[in-house]
């Protein structure tokens, strides 16, 4: 049977099982690199994301500078020895497979991107944790494809199976990781694809709720307002966000072309490149340490009104510096 799958492929039970499985690993991938990022974090400066921000006020300046310059440097030889352009892969990675690849992501690329991102937001790179799980979801799932000799519609299909579970397992959100997939990466819902892509979202979800619990990533305070009293401001919070979320992705733009010329320029090797991002960002961080890591400890103050307006304007900016930074210097 085994033979068999390997020349011509599996049959509809056998693709039903294998998505089951995928999902399975993609939810115990994302479970362990959350659990690689806080095992880190905490070795590293005393505390993980959760209280992160917090310790970062009583360490001294120095290691605040120096762990982001030790990190990057490491970033850079991981993605220099191990990919053909010195930069980490992520979701839009994820879907040009699904769009053009046949549903496949190279091996030693993916596993390359997840330790650099994995190192980068253990030691102060800015930016989040669900793009660098997707894409290693989405190396499992080429791995298995390869193994059974996948058609490109199955290959795309199984992709489609762990990139939902792998947001699922995230966010400990199903009915996301399910949309995510077939609305982001695959961009259609066909019967013969929703069904199994559902199947993997729940046996993520499950798996992160075994290791993790059923629990939010914030807890919100309760309030008396009604929904029609905040439905304004909800427009308008729209509105803001489109604008802000468009602003820091040119400021991405615009900060990788900078980084090109500088290299360029300064005849900079490209391992070098992510620790003088580092460096940048531990000079940042020394005065607003919020930039650090994914910032779930500033987000929660944020959502609970823990900060002021023009203090959250200014974290709010200052991350998104931080952010392009973190880009620029390709740490992840």
């Known amino acids: 049977m085994r033979a068999q799958m390997r020349r011509e492929g599996p049959n509809e039970w056998q693709f039903w ?3 089951l499985l995928v999902g399975i690993a993609a939810g115990y991938a994302a479970v362990l690199f959350r659990f690689g990022i806080s095992t880190l974090q905490t070795l ?5 994301d959760l209280r992160l921000h917090t310790q970062l ?7 605040i500078i120096l762990i982001p310059i030790l990190g990057g440097l490491a970033v850079g030889w991981i993605l220099h020895r191990f990919t053909d352009d010195g ?4 979701v839009a990675n994820v879907i040009e497979a699904a769009a053009l690849r046949e549903g496949r992501v190279p091996l ?5 991107s997840a330790g650099a991102s994995l190192i980068t937001l253990s030691t102060g790179g800015s930016t989040g944790r669900e793009g660098p799980v997707v894409h290693l979801a989405a190396t499992l799932s080429s791995w298995v494809s390869d193994k059974i000799s996948a058609s490109p519609m199955t290959a795309r299909e199984l992709l489609g199976c762990a990139v939902a579970a792998a947001v699922s397992a995230s966010f400990n959100a199903p009915i996301a990781g399910a949309v995510f997939a077939l609305e982001v990466v695959l961009r259609h ?9 559902v199947v993997a979202s729940i046996a993520g979800t499950v798996v992160s709720r075994v290791h993790m619990g059923d629990v939010t990533e914030f807890t919100l305070p309760e309030h008396s307002l009604g929904f029609y ?6 427009l308008i919070l729209g509105v803001i966000s489109g604008l802000v979320a468009v602003a820091m992705m040119k400021a991405i733009f615009l900060a990788e072309a900078a980084g090109d010329r500088v290299q360029a320029g300064l005849k900079m090797p490209g391992w070098v490149r992510p620790g003088l991002a580092g460096a940048m960002l531990g000079c940042i961080a020394v005065y607003f340490p919020h930039i650090i890591g994914v910032g779930y400890e500033t987000t929660s103050r944020a959502l609970t009104g823990g900060l002021g307006f023009w203090e ?8 998104c510096l931080a952010v392009a930074l973190t880009f620029a210097g390709r740490m992840g």
């Open 312 to 319: 959250a304007v200014i974290f709010a900016g200052v991350k």
């Open 44 to 48: 590293i400066y005393g505390a993980d």
């Open 189 to 197: 819902y066909a019967l013969h694809a929703f069904a199994p892509i």
């Open 229 to 234: 009293q905040e439905l304004p401001a909800f």
């Open 57 to 63: 006020t009583g360490l001294h300046p120095i290691w």
């Open 108 to 112: 030693k690329t993916g596993l390359a």
């Open 87 to 90: 930069k980490a892969r992520s």
């Open 17 to 19: 099982l294998i998505a």
